[in-house]
Every structure is written in C-alpha cells, then in structure tokens.
C-alpha cells in the first residue's frame, strides 16, 4: 500500500471519530467526486512561527469549504470563484502580513461527513487559520465540530439556520463562528409577509429534513401564524428526506390538503424530485409555489421541466434570497463579470465579503492564526472607524493602525457578538422562459 492511502486513511477515521455524533442523524445527498478540487494558490510551506490558535502567525493560510459538486453545486460553484477573485485581489496589492495569501479550497460535496473530512484536511495538514464555508447549514455544523476546537475561524457567506444563533448564545462556539448572510430567523419573516401579501391564508410547508429547513420552517410558522394565517399541516409537517428515491408521500403532505400555497424550502436536486411528483399527482394546480435562497439558480426551473402543454411547471413561482446592497456592489459586480464572464449570482458578494472580513482582520491583528482573525474581525466589520469598501485600500489602512467600518459588497457586515448580520431580502420569480428575475424587496 502507498504512503498517499495510509494518509487518506488517517483523514477519513479522523473526521469520523470527531464528528459522527453530530452527523449520524443528519440527511445528506453525497456525490461522488472523480477527482480532488482542492487547489493551493500559493503554495509556500507553512510556516514555524505558529501562534496559540489554528494556522501560523506570520502569514495568512485561508481555506474555502464550498460545495463544488452535490445538491448545491449550481450555487456554491460562482461562490468559490468570488474567493477565488478576493485572493487574486489581495495577492496583486501585496498580500496579507507582507506575503501572498496562501488559499486552499476544499468540495464538501454538499454532505456533512465529507465536509468534516475535509474540514480535518484543511485544520490538521493545511494549518489554516480561517475557513469560509460552509454553504449548507448541515455541512457547517459538522464542520464547527472540528474548526472550533482547534481555534480556526469559520465565516460562512450562506449557512443560514437559526441553529447557530441559539448555539452562539450558549457560548459554544467561542467566537471562532461568523456569517455574511443573515439567518432564516428573517428570512422566514419576510417571506411570510409575502406570502401573506400576495393573499396566501392557508400555507402548508415543505422543507428538506436538516438544519436548514427545519430552522426555517420552526421560524416561518411562527411567522405566519402572527400575521393570522393557518399552516394546514402544523400538527404532521412535511420534511423530506434528501437520499429518498421517491417523493409521492412527501408531496401529497404538503400539496394535498389544498393550501393556497407552499412554502418550499428544498436543495435543487432533491427539492426539485418532490415538487415534479407533485405536478404529477395533479396537485399544484391552483397552489402558489414558494421558494427561498437554496434554489435560487435557472437550472432548478429546467430540473422539475415543463407541462404537457410546453410550460414550465414552476413559472410563476416566487421566492426570497438574501439580497446584496453594500456601498460596493455596483463595483464589485462590474469587476466579477469582467474577470469571470458570469453575471452575480446568490451568495456571491457574501462569499467575497467572508474572505475579506478574513484578510483585514488578519492584517489588523498582525497575526494569522484564527485567534488573532478572531481577535479584530468584529472590530474591522463594525462602526466606529473609517468606512472603506475596497479591500486593499482597508488593508493598506489597517497597517497603518487606522480604525476602519468595512463595507462589504454584500451589505454593511456588521457582526453581532453571535456572529449574525442583519439584511434586506430580494423577491425574486421565475419568468415564462424560465430566467430568474427579482421583482422587488423586502426587509423582515
């Protein structure tokens, strides 16, 4: 046997040691990968000058742990390459500490043992100090059971159960857990009110069975529900389960008592099955479909396909996703489509901002590891200071022992003390020919 499988061997009975209590229950769609996706940027050796937490004091080793392939992969895909263009920027400007950036970016495979396993990789042979990531909400619980307790900062630009709020304020995560985009506690919130607003009395809800949806569904019932509404299956709600290979049980649950609406909260691929099983019982006529963040891509209109008449079944369909409104934006968007050829797309500018809040708060505090990051992110994210929105420029500032406001592209980032930032809400509908179009905004 090669040296190359005992050490892959190791990273694998390792991650499953460290987090098998906290992901036996959860449900994950795996896909497998051919090949590995991890990249080094830079791939200077790390360095010895290390400090009391995760990665090395004299320079910044950055991670990225993102589904590159799985059910989020459409998503977590543009995500990876905004890192990607906040490297290239920083490096291009001087780097972080007088030196480039060393980056290192792991597929979690939107599945939270592979997640932990990489994870494991990118703490106990990567050294990083920090990680962004990651996108789905089970993946980055498992993750935090490995980052947390070796003192490595994790910032996720799209992990949005309520969970790590409750967990924060128990003290559980010791500061190490950060996010760019806000939790579903108000995303829930506003799209009840649109729900409510477009004339939905009677929702029954479907959501994926992880912390994502049912974070959501606890929060959005809630919601509803103080607005005057009824959720029609409150007493047996309908959570799927993403590994099942049918979905007939599931969509009559949520499709069957004749709501006015449904309230969807799924991952594209599995998501996708339950609301064409629906259509194919002849049960979603006359029933709003909404949809939130995680399927906010024009593959999953195409996934679910059309009617027998050449339709699409889910045009008309209306969701919300964390919107985007930093000072930066409009230049940032500009610059994206410039180096990668696409048009922003959901988590982009949250993705960017998570690495940026990473590289400044490491340069304030003259100190890679995550207990230095840890040490200044709130402070560089939050007033008072100097607003600034271009990275390098606040880098420059930083080094120089300026008190800065960063204002990311995605929103102000002001980080509360659980790690949350608060944020507006576009409402986005999917067209006729199937292009995604937001329509308006709404805040909880």
């Known amino acids: 046997m090669t040296k190359r499988f005992f050490s892959t061997l190791c990273l694998a009975l390792l991650a499953t040691v460290t987090t098998i ?15 590995s996706t991890s990249t080094t940027k830079t791939s200077t050796a790390p360095s010895t000058a290390t400090g009391s937490g995760g990665g090395v004091k004299d320079s910044l080793r950055l991670g990225a742990l993102l589904p590159i392939t799985g059910d989020l992969s459409s998503i977590g895909s543009p995500m990876i390459k905004s890192i ?25 495979r939107t599945d939270p043992p592979a997640g ?33 307790p070796n003192k490595v900062l994790q910032i996720s630009p799209g992990s949005t159960s309520p969970v790590f709020t409750e967990r924060a304020k128990k003290g559980e995560f010791s500061g190490y857990w950060y996010r760019t985009a806000p939790p579903d506690t108000y995303q829930a919130l506003a799209l009840a009110n649109l729900a409510y607003k477009k004339g939905a009395k ?32 409150k007493a047996k709600p309908t959570r799927y389960d993403p590994k099942a290979t049918t979905f007939e049980a599931e969509a009559k649950g ?29 049960l979603t006529k006359d029933v709003k479909i909404l949809l939130t963040d995680g399927v906010k891509t024009e593959d999953f209109p195409k996934l679910i396909g059309n009617t027998p008449e050449g339709k699409l079944i889910l045009a008309g369909a209306i969701g919300t996703v964390p919107g985007a ?18 048009e922003l797309g959901a988590f982009v500018p949250h993705s960017y901002d998570a690495a940026a809040l990473v590289a400044i708060a490491a340069e ?29 420029e606040a880098i420059k500032l930083v080094k120089a022992g300026k008190d800065i406001d960063y204002q990311g592209a995605s929103g102000n980032v002001d980080l509360d003390e659980y790690g949350d930032v608060k944020g507006s809400y576009d409402v986005w509908e999917v067209q006729p020919d199937g292009k995604i179009k937001v329509i308006d905004r709404v805040s909880p």
């Open 116 to 148: 932990a396993e990489a994870m494991t990789k990118l703490v106990k042979v990567d050294n990083v100090g920090a990680v962004v990531g990651s996108f789905a909400s089970s993946v980055s619980t498992a993750a935090l059971a490995i980052s947390v």
């Open 21 to 35: 209590w906290i992901v036996a229950c959860q449900p994950s769609t795996t896909t497998p990968s051919s090949d």
């Open 364 to 392: 304030a505090a003259k100190d890679g590891t995550g207990e230095g990051i840890k040490s200044k992110i709130r402070e560089i994210a939050n007033a008072p200071g100097q607003e600034v929105s271009d990275v390098c």
């Open 254 to 282: 949520a499709f069957g008592s004749k709501p006015d609406a449904v309230a969807a909260i799924l991952y594209p691929d599995s998501g996708g099955a339950v609301i064409k099983a629906a259509f194919e019982q002849g």
């Open 202 to 233: 009677k929702v029954a809800t479907l959501v994926i069975n992880n912390d994502y949806g049912v974070g959501f569904e606890k929060a959005f019932v809630e919601a509803f529900e103080k607005l005057g509404g009824t959720i029609v299956n």
């Open 84 to 108: 990607d263009f906040l490297v290239d920027t920083v490096n291009s400007c001087g780097g972080v500490l007088g030196k480039p950036i060393t980056y290192i970016k792991e597929d979690d």
């Open 325 to 342: 409104d930093g000072k930066s934006l409009d230049t940032f968007t500009k610059a994206f489509k410039e180096k990668t050829g696409q």
